[in-house]
Each structure stands twice: as C-alpha cells, then as structure tokens.
Antibody, heavy 122, light 107 residues
Framework: EVQMLESGGDLVQPGGSLRLSCAAA????????LNWVRQAPGKGLEWVSG????????YYAESVKGRFTVSRDNSQNTLALQMNSLRAEDTAIYYC???????????????WGRGTLVTVSS | DIQMTQSPSSLSASVGDGVTVTCRAS??????LNWYQQKPGRAPKLLIY???TLQSGVPSRFSGSGSGTDFTLTISSLQPEDFATYYC?????????FGQGTKVEIK
C-alpha cells in the first residue's frame, strides 16, 4: 500500500525547536515534489513549504520563512521540516503531501499523510 | 500571493440535492485549480485537479469547471458520505494557497 507517514509532533515551549519527518512507503519519492501543509485547530488548510524533486528548489509561506527549513533525502525516501523559534500560532496538525510533478507548482497533492500534531505552549 | 476566496463558507443540503461551491482567484491562474475533500479527523483527499479532471476513484457525481479566475465544484446528487469540508487550491504559483473551505452539512 502506498502511504506517507509523519512523525515528530510534540508539545514544545514557545521559542523552541522541533523536527518533523515524513516517510514514504510503497513507492519512491525521488521523482515528485513534496509539501508540508498545516491545519490549526478548527481552521482551514495552510500550505507551509514545498521542495522540488531534486531538492534544489525550496519555498516557504511568509508566516514561517526564516524559521522553518524543508529538506529531503531521496536515498532514504524521506522528507523533513526543521522548525525553529516556534510560536503559539504554529500549533497545528502538520501534513506531508506528495506533489504530482517534479516542480513545486503546476500540479496537485495526490497523496497525504495522516498528520502529526505540533502544540506550542508553555 | 494569490488569494483564493470560496463561497459559501457553509451550506446545508439534503441527500439527493445538487450543490455548487465557487472559488475565485485574486488573479488569473489558468486551469491550475484543485479541489480537496476533508472529513473530520481525516487528511484531505484530492477530488479534482486541473480545474475539471476527476481524480481516479472519485465518483462521477463530482465535477469541476472554470478557468482564469472563477471556478466551480458541483456535486450532482449529494450522498451521505459527501458531507464534509471542501477546499480549493491554486497551484499556479508559490505559495500554493487554499481557499478558506466550504462546509457541507446535512439539512
């Protein structure tokens, strides 16, 4: 079965750091762009970051730029999101989503993980 | 950034009703418009991509149309499993913004 599985969500204090991971099973990620999308409690979907198939192009939402870093390891079939200087407003379920193209735009998100919960609170 | 505005924010309908959700982009996005369905506690699921192409396995009662700035998602005959929140998303440029969502509830 093809699937993506996130891990790493936790309760963290404001100003703290957290690293999320996403592992793919049943297929290889190397020919697809990948994305992180989050959903705050009771709110809508917010695209957070995207990375091209090669890893050479990375994009971020303004709300996380300079604090979050996306990376991928195609040899390990994984995606990561390093989150620093966390704020209360970063509290959300974080989903990894597979893109349909090698580039980060022009396609769609056709496979999503179940999500991992990040809570930023003192 | 391209802003995506959905309407209505919520609607109530009965099983068997036809339903239309609209999505407007703040600038032209050609046909780079996708629709997702999300049920409570679940990850979003792709329904339609490139404005009008049905994702494999999605029932034919779902359809999409539009190009440029104005798009619609239509459910021809609501089924009990269709009660959910629907999001549009533009993939024309980064950031790939989502609409605020339309919650379809049972009347």
């Amino acid at each position: 079965e093809v699937q993506m599985l996130e891990s790493g969500g936790d309760l963290v204090q404001p100003g703290g750091s957290l690293r999320l991971s996403c592992a793919a099973a049943g297929f290889t990620l190397r020919t697809y762009s990948l994305n992180w999308v989050r959903q705050a409690p009771g709110k809508g979907l917010e695209w957070v970051s995207g990375i091209s198939a090669s890893g050479g192009s990375k994009y971020y939402a303004e709300s996380v730029k300079g604090r979050f870093t996306v990376s991928r390891d195609n040899s390990q079939n994984t995606l990561a999101l390093q989150m620093n200087s966390l704020r209360a407003e970063d509290t959300a379920i974080y989903y990894c989503a597979k893109g349909s193209t090698v580039t980060t735009t022009g396609g769609y998100f056709d496979l999503w993980g179940r999500g991992t919960l990040v809570t930023v609170s003192s | 950034d391209i802003q995506m505005t959905q309407s209505p924010s919520s609607l109530s309908a009965s099983v068997g009703d036809g339903v239309t959700v609209t999505c407007r982009a703040s600038q032209t996005i050609s046909s780079s418009l996708n629709w997702y369905q999300q049920k409570p506690g679940r990850a979003p699921k792709l329904l339609i991509y490139a404005a009008s192409t049905l994702q494999s396995g999605v029932p034919s009662r779902f359809s999409g149309s539009g190009s440029g700035t104005d798009f619609t998602l239509t459910i021809s005959s609501l089924q009990p499993e269709d009660f959910a929140t629907y999001y549009c998303q533009q993939s024309y440029s980064s950031p790939q913004t989502f609409g605020q969502g339309t919650k379809v509830e049972i009347k």
